[in-house]
């Protein structure tokens, strides 16, 4: 009788505890803007997605994508609803967006480059230091962060002997995706709100089978396993509007028609997305920007996205939020254009020569009217309201201003810029 009990109890218990896994924390747990809203995601190496609880009562979290070659994990999913309190991921609480945000961090380009030809020191937080001093991010407590694109640059193996980047993984797998972004972005995935761009280095071609799996606003339907060109979305934070575009794959050299062509159908659709307020536009590739400038070649001149948006971005939108080019700069122009923030600077190799005050250059046939530069320092951007209008600062990894602009409407004034040693405005 004592054993029948027993055994009794054990079966009791067992089917009042949460499945096998859902009480297991999660590896990494976020919030991200999709279309629609907002959802939270969660990675785990366990059977089941972990528990999930919405303003207090039980929400169960689907399945994103089941583990496959080079992903031994499971991405998961829940859909928050507009209005939501609260939200908890295995009791632990999610960071939930506030409407028309005071502080917006900027951050991009943060892998760490290993291809066949270059070799960044991934273990050296002074070649490599988007790891190093989260808490300087924190500190401005943000209340969502925008990654602009490029997660994953671990292409290659590390060459022998290479101290610098001994040891670490490559290629498109799970591996790669947590020593990137996933390990050293996990404090500010667990307080902050996320916006995430897809970069040139998340094409199908490259990291894109993890950005698809995990970071990807879509649902992941995929027989390749990577997600092609996405659709632009609204992130609706109430003021301002943000609209999100991938333009990862957009040729820079030529104009590329069949591209151009689906692009401006993009543009075009701005409106529809965000029909009323003011607007900000961020996709990973800048329109206009200076990069390197050699031989009369700047890297941020994208003709085919020139091409895709003549005439075709409305009025409402201020502000094109980019990376790509590995700087931060900020410039506003001649022309009646959007103002062209870039903050590419969060980890990958520098555009060293990009420079520091802009003004005058002609890109792609716009004048820069105003602008600033921070070249050879890896930092952040963040933007912060400041009345009708917003101040954009440059700061380097330890959160010191480098530069300062205040964006009101199209225009920048850009009055503030410290040098490049670190020296704080």
């Known amino acids: 009788m004592i054993r029948f009990r027993a055994r009794a109890a ?26 629609g809203g907002i959802e939270a995601r969660a ?63 900027l951050l991009g380009d943060t892998g760490c480059r290993i291809t066949t030809i270059v070799n960044q020191s991934c273990n050296d937080p002074a070649d490599w230091p988007f790891p190093a001093r989260p808490d300087a991010k924190l500190a401005l407590k943000p209340d969502v962060a925008i990654h602009v694109g490029d997660f994953h640059y671990r292409e290659s193996a590390c060459r022998p002997l290479n101290r610098g980047c001994a040891g670490s993984p490559h290629g498109d797998s799970w591996a790669v995706w947590e020593e990137d972004f996933f390990k050293p972005a996990r404090p500010l995935l667990e307080a902050t709100p996320f916006v995430f ?38 992130a609706d934070f109430g003021d301002p509007k943000l609209i999100v575009m991938d333009v990862a794959t957009a040729d820079e050299r030529s104009v590329n028609r069949r591209q151009a062509a689906r692009l401006r159908a993009d543009f075009l659709a701005i409106p529809a997305l965000a029909p009323a307020g003011r607007v900000w536009l961020t996709m990973h590739r800048p329109i206009r920007a200076a990069g390197v400038a ?6 941020g001149d994208n003709r085919t996205l020139a091409a895709a948006s003549k005439d075709a971005i409305p009025a409402s939108v201020d502000m094109i939020l980019s990376g790509h080019v590995h700087t931060f700069q900020a410039l506003s122009w001649g022309a009646d254009l959007p ?18 005050d802009p003004t005058g250059l002609v890109i792609n046939g716009a004048r820069v009217k105003h602008g600033a ?24 990894m330890e959160g010191r201003t480098l530069a300062v602009c205040l964006a009101s409407g199209r225009e920048l004034a850009c009055d503030r810029v410290c040098g490049s040693g670190g020296k704080s405005c």
């Open 10 to 35: 054990l079966l009791l218990a067992l089917a009042a505890s949460p499945a096998m896994g859902q009480g297991q924390p999660p590896l990494y747990r976020w919030v991200q803007y999709v279309p």
């Open 339 to 356: 103002a062209q923030i870039v903050s590419g600077n969060g980890g990958d190799e520098l555009h060293t020569t990009a420079p520091s």
């Open 294 to 299: 050699i031989f009369n070649f700047i890297i």
């Open 197 to 234: 761009v897809r970069g040139n280095h998340e094409e199908c071609e490259r990291g894109g089978k993890g950005w698809s799996r995990a970071l990807d606003p879509y649902p992941f339907a995929s027989a390749s396993g990577c997600l092609g060109p996405g659709a632009p979305f609204l």
């Open 43 to 105: 990675i785990t190496r366990a059977t089941e997605c972990p528990a999930a609880a919405i303003d207090g009562q039980p929400a169960a979290m689907r399945v994103r994508a089941a583990p496959g070659p080079d992903f031994p994990i499971r991405v998961c999913a829940l859909a928050i609803p507009a209005g939501a309190a609260s939200a908890v991921i295995a009791g632990a609480p999610l960071p939930l967006p506030r409407p028309n945000p005071e502080r917006v961090l």
């Open 373 to 396: 530069g921070s070249p050879g320092v890896f930092g952040f951007a963040l933007l912060e309201r400041a009345g009708a209008s917003w101040r954009l600062t440059s700061r380097d």
